[in-house]
């Protein structure tokens, strides 16, 4: 079966621009998590989303934000970017109920900010 | 943010070597611990994972030992070969909160 894509693969945007970016989760799971991957941070956690709502948060300012639609597929934004969001943003997606469960991760959005 | 970074550590082993990578983690309420293998350029990919009622985990070549007592978790990778190469994460959520927190990561150097 297909795995997570996340589009798109690459992007590059201006400070002070927004930004949108997509992942759709494997069939049939209906958890997605966003995190933010940086050299000197790591991977961090942005937010959780379950059957369209979020259902865990990340301690990241409120110019990252997500949705999920009702086919599982989520979208996170930032606005009024900045030259330290420039990161790879990785979602995952699992079956999210219940016990946890393996996750699987995208390839990442790679976003660079100038 | 959650996990501090740091620079990252690196072990460096031989081809057909055994490799343990070590991870300490934070919460103690956590009762799902996962390991992910990143290669250059794609996202992190599953290995292994182990529940906090059980203290060790078997897979093909890799081996998860929870150590709840000192909150310590390592992967065990057998006969490591090049292809074995690449950063390992130890994650850590807990039942319920479907929130991940990630290691800093280690690098794995596999000499041929």
């Known amino acids: 079966k297909a795995g997570v894509t996340q589009t798109p693969r690459y992007l590059i945007k201006t400070r002070g621009q927004q930004v949108t970016l997509s992942c759709s989760p494997i069939?049939?799971?209906?958890?997605v998590s966003w995190y933010q991957q940086t050299p000197g941070q790591g991977l961090q956690f942005l937010f959780e989303y379950f059957s369209e709502t979020q259902r865990n948060k990340g301690n990241f300012p409120g110019r990252f934000s997500g949705r999920q639609f009702s086919n599982s597929r989520s979208e996170m934004n930032v606005s009024t970017l900045e030259l330290g969001d420039s990161a790879l943003y990785l979602c995952?997606?699992?079956f999210g109920k219940g016990t946890n469960t393996e996750a699987f991760f995208g390839q990442g959005t790679r976003l660079t900010v100038v | 943010g959650e996990n501090v970074g740091l620079h990252l550590p690196t072990l460096s082993v031989q081809e057909g070597d055994n490799s343990i990578i070590n991870c300490a983690y934070s919460?103690?309420?956590?009762?799902?611990f996962i390991w992910y293998k990143q290669e250059s350029g794609k996202g992190p990919q599953f290995i292994i994972d182990?529940?906090?009622?059980?203290d060790k985990r078997q897979g093909q070549r890799v081996t998860v030992l929870l150590n709840k007592t000192v909150k310590h978790l390592s992967l065990q990778i057998a006969a490591t070969q090049p292809g074995d190469s690449a950063v390992y994460f130890c994650a850590e959520s807990n039942t319920g909160g479907f929130k991940t927190i990630f290691g800093a990561g280690t690098r794995l150097f596999v000499k041929a």
């Open positions: 995952a997606s699992s």
């Open positions: 182990i529940r906090s009622n059980m």
């Open positions: 069939s049939g799971h209906r958890s």
């Open positions: 919460n103690s309420a956590s009762d799902y």
